[in-house]
C-alpha cells in the first residue's frame, strides 16, 4: 500500500485536529497517510519514528497555512523528500475539512531561495 506523509504546522492556529482528521480520511483512500498529530502509537523516540515514516513513505502531503514554512520540522521534512526525490502534493488548509478536497499541484511561493557561492583561488573561477 502506498505511504503517504502529511507535512503541516499547527503553530499559527489555522490547522485543527479537526482538518487532519479530515484529511485523513480523504487520503486513506489513495493509501496509507501518516499524520504525527493523529499517530496512536508511542514510540520510544518519537521523532526518529516521524522520520522513519517519512523515508517509507511514497509522497509528501504538504498542508499549506500561512507560516507552515517557518516550521523547522517542515523544512527538514521537505528537505529529506526532496533528497528521496518524492512528490509534493500541496493542499490548502482553508480547503480543510471538505468532503469534495481538491488537491493542487501547483508549486507554492517560493519560501526560501539559496544563493551559493564557490570560493577559490583559481583565476579562471573568479571573472
Known sequence: MTCIF????RRDGVLTIPML????RYLSGLGSPFVHALD??????PQMYVIYRLIR???IVLVLTPRVFQSPWVRL???IGKMLFLP??????????NKSLQVTFDPPPT????KVR????APELRR
Do not use: D
Open 6 to 9: 502529511v507535512s503541516y504546522s
Open 21 to 24: 482528521e479530515s484529511l485523513e
Open 40 to 45: 496512536t502509537s508511542r514510540p520510544r523516540w
Open 57 to 59: 513513505s511514497s509522497a
Open 77 to 79: 521534512g521537505l528537505l
Open 88 to 97: 509534493v502534493i500541496y493542499v490548502k488548509a482553508s480547503q480543510l475539512p
Open 111 to 114: 519560501f526560501a531561495v539559496a
Open 118 to 121: 564557490v570560493a577559490s583561488n
